[in-house]
């Protein structure tokens, strides 16, 4: 555990909780890194690969960083006879992980053309065959915990990826879109809690009336260390566009 950085490191699941069974934990898996290829798919290899900033990563590298994750932290210690995928891709494809070792410099990422995004397909699908062998073997609650943390940083980067891509096309003189814009449907009505959630209006502004609230995490499921406890805070009346 000591390798895996503090953001996480303190988020394990509350003692009791029950490990996840196999096939559910493979299906989770498989899920979660199905929606990282199906965010990266609208976008051509060159999409993948610029970095238009020191802030925004290329697409290619959250894609290859999620893999290394579980090719450092769960495969490597965890599955006998582990094959890494490549040697040099402990140092292209960590972030931030100290005690993982050396890493290239976040604001020169977009400098690598190497390996490209067919090979960062393989590099996935690598790893994705030895996670589905461990996961099936029935792993240590370690193993089991670690892979659910895995899943819930591959999903922070999903959220990341969508942010780089949109500056990233944004910077073209081109103007394009990552996708094509869908039609909003009509506002929701004011909901008992006095929101309005236009979940597929038009833009505007939604009001609400302020009041004490309950904000964190509570309960046996997953949590990173900085969602909880669950406490009350005193919310101002807003609106938020």
């Not at 996935?124 to 065959?129: F, N, Y």
């Not at 370690?142 to 096309?169: C, R, S």
């Not at 008992?192 to 209006?201: N, S, W």
Request: charged share 20%; aromatic share 8%.
């Amino acid at each position: 555990m000591t390798a895996v950085a503090s953001r996480g490191a303190a988020s394990k699941q509350t003692a009791g909780s029950a490990p996840a069974e196999p096939d559910d934990l493979l299906g989770r898996y498989r899920q979660v890194r199905g929606s990282t290829d199906a965010l990266t798919a609208p976008l051509s290899p060159e999409d993948q690969t610029v970095q238009t900033m020191p802030d925004v990563s290329p697409t290619k590298w959250h894609r290859a960083h999620t893999s290394w994750f579980f090719e450092t932290f769960v495969l490597g210690p965890h599955l006998a006879g582990y094959s890494r995928f490549h040697p040099a891709y402990a140092y292209l494809f960590n972030s931030y992980y100290e005690a993982a070792g050396p890493r290239y410099t976040r604001a020169r990422r977009g400098c690598v053309s190497r390996p490209g995004c067919a090979e960062i397909s393989d590099y996935r699908a690598h790893v994705d065959e030895a996670m589905a062998r461990l996961i099936a073997s029935g792993p240590a609650p370690e193993a089991t915990w670690l892979t659910e943390l895995g899943l819930h940083h591959e999903q922070q980067h999903q959220e990341l990826l969508l942010m780089d891509i949109k500056h990233v096309l944004s910077s073209s003189p081109l103007d394009p879109a990552y996708a094509p814009a869908v039609r909003p449907a009509a506002p929701a009505a004011p909901a008992a809690d006095g929101v309005t959630r236009a979940e597929h209006g038009p833009p505007g502004w939604i009001a609400h009336d302020g009041g004490v609230v309950e904000v964190g995490h509570q309960g046996p499921g997953f949590a990173f260390d900085n969602e909880g406890p669950a406490h009350q805070v005193l919310l101002q009346p807003f609106t938020v566009a």
